[in-house]
């Protein structure tokens, strides 16, 4: 097991360098930012200046290890134009992102789990095909859509629900359903197909000339079979709504991460968009190991491979 | 007293297109199992005997149903059970050894969890009661250490021992019939010598009834006392062993017991020729006339009826005829008959 965890780590590490160049390098073909961010009418002399104040006249590889040894003390750059460290910046957006993919996350889970698995344990009945329209709407339709009509029509026409903006539960319910409406859709085909299949495995089939009830066989002996690539994906599902509810946070106007991220790439904020991918690639990879690490609690396989 | 296990008629067919297509994997199969024996039920790939293993349990994977026959099981009529019936059947008075012991164990629980399953839903038995019936049960099939091997998963066994759990598992609920779908044929060669052996000591012990179902006629021979030969969803013949073995009279078994090796023999393996025809266009007629060396002009056009040869032993084939008294002669008859069929068969 401890074996297991230090070879993961070492990759999640191999994983997090690829990002970083490439971040790195994505940033800087975006332009000059002294000139979004400097007085218009500034002299050249004070542009200079600026360039050399943020490390920016130094060559890329110079630049790219300073970043990087800054990232490994845990010091991701000041922002350009809050003028603030990003770290301090992401943490105080982190709890209204956080907020916001939990609750996409239950909502994604309420829909989707439950419909997955009521469609491969009826297949091909109506509540086969009414879960095969709700997926592929959820597929089909985007959440900046869905939020847009949403507003429209619990606010605008209804005015039962907060147009933008974070305050109570009524702010959160339409944010979290239009970005948990996607992944719950995706959810519930991984469940459907991953029941589907063990369903149709051996040991289900022994499972049941056992004479164990239909519960135990379908919710015990397959359901956990089943639930491995789900969490796999859920857990990668809520790292993305948290770093990556761009749209979504910007629709509803909510101070997340995403919004942050909005901001700095419109501001050309180096320090800002790289610290904030470089956290969200932590995040992902830190996520992913904890998955790895429940797979191999839930798999003894895993668990027990040298 | 009635037999353990009568299955008058019985068919299972696969209806699929909206009732254009019928598969009819089990059409008209009748026989009977007492207490404690053996039936081993041979066939091509395809030829219904696993279809009729799960009309019997009704476990037929959907679109296939029984439409017709019945199947008694020690006096209770089966087909008419619902499936919560049916559950307290299964595994309880019935249990099923698959054929492929690497995917028939779930990998997620341990050993112990699958093997007590049946005797805490069957015999209710709780906590040390459990534990101990498990033990025994490890014990019985011979997996060593089992106080700690229980504790395992199934990936840290190998073939030979899971399909050993099975047979635990299958004896856990304390069944009186087995049914056996080739328990063998995933296994290594030393290994099913063994398995086959553990299996007969089981049923010495237990005495529990087992249907074999297997291609493999020298398992047939080696375990069983009754033999079922199965084609394209009928019995075409069945009898004990040693009368089917000795003096076949259909020519389908004829080529089964000719397609087999025998060790020192020189002689050439005979092929059957031809494949099993679909079962849902059967040809009019014998089902395996096309395929017959002995046809008749009669074979093609009319279905033979089931002839009795002596007691139990019967033949669909217009060539089969009641045996008169003297069993010497129809030994040495059908022993020409094969040589016949070799000829054909070259």
Known sequence: MTQFIIRRTFYALISLFILSVTIFAIVRLTGDPVTMLAEP????????????????????PVQYLTFAKNVFTGDLGKSFNYQMPVSTLYFQRLPASLQLALAATFISFIIGIPAGLISAVKVNSAWDNAGKVVALFGLAVPGFWLGLV??????????????????????????????????????????????????????????????LPGYVVIAVHAFKNALIPVLTLAGINLVVM???????????????????????????????????????????VLINLTIDILYAYIDPRIRLAK | MTALLEVRDLQAHYVSFGGERVVKAVEGVSFTLEEGETLGVVGESGCGKTTTCQAIVNLL???????????????????????????????AQIAMILQDPMASLNPLFSIYRQVSEPAYYHRA???????????????????????????????????????????????????????????????????????????????????????????????????????????AGKIVEAGTVRELFNAPRHPYTKALLGSMPKLGSKEKLLAIPGHPPDLATLPPGCAFHPRCPEALPTCATAEPPEIQVIGSWSARCWRAEPQEISATDATTDSAKDIHAAAAVGD
Request: net charge positive; charged share 20%; aromatic share 8%.
């Open chain 1, 242 to 284: 948290i770093n990556a509810g761009v749209i979504i946070e910007v629709i509803f106007a909510w101070p997340g991460i995403g919004r942050l991220l909005y901001e700095g790439i419109f501001q050309r904020d180096f320090p800002l968009v790289q610290g904030v991918v470089i956290q969200a690639g932590i995040m992902i």
């Open chain 1, 150 to 211: 949403m507003i429209l029509i619990f606010s605008v026409w209804l005015g039962w629900l907060p147009t933008s903006g974070q305050g109570g539960i009524l702010h959160l319910i339409m944010p979290s359903v239009a970005l948990g409406w996607y992944f719950a859709a995706s959810l519930l085909r991984l469940t459907r197909s991953s029941m589907l299949e063990v369903m149709r495995s051996e040991y289900i089939k022994l499972a049941r000339l056992k004479g």
């Open chain 1, 41 to 60: 009418g500034a002299r050249a002399e004070d542009l200079d200046r600026l360039r050399a104040e943020w490390g920016l006249d130094r060559s890329w």
């Open chain 2, 61 to 91: 994977p959907p679109p296939g149903r029984i439409v017709g026959g019945s199947i008694a099981f020690a006096g209770e009529e089966l087909t008419r059970k619902s499936q919560r019936e049916m559950r307290h059947i299964r595994g």
């Open chain 2, 125 to 231: 038995l709780r906590g040390r009661g459990l534990r101990e019936r498990v033990r025994e049960l490890l014990n019985a099939v011979r997996i060593p250490s089992p106080a700690m091997r229980m504790r395992e998963y199934p990936h840290q066994m190998s073939g030979g021992m899971r399909q050993r759990i099975v047979g635990a598992i299958a004896l856990a609920g304390g069944p009186r019939l087995i049914i056996a779908d080739e328990p063998t044929t995933n296994l290594d060669v030393t290994i099913q010598a063994q398995y086959l052996d553990l299996l007969k000591e089981l049923q010495d012990k237990t005495g529990v009834a087992i249907i074999f179902i297997t291609h493999n006629l020298g398992i047939v021979a080696r375990m069983c006392d009754k033999l079922a030969v199965m084609y």
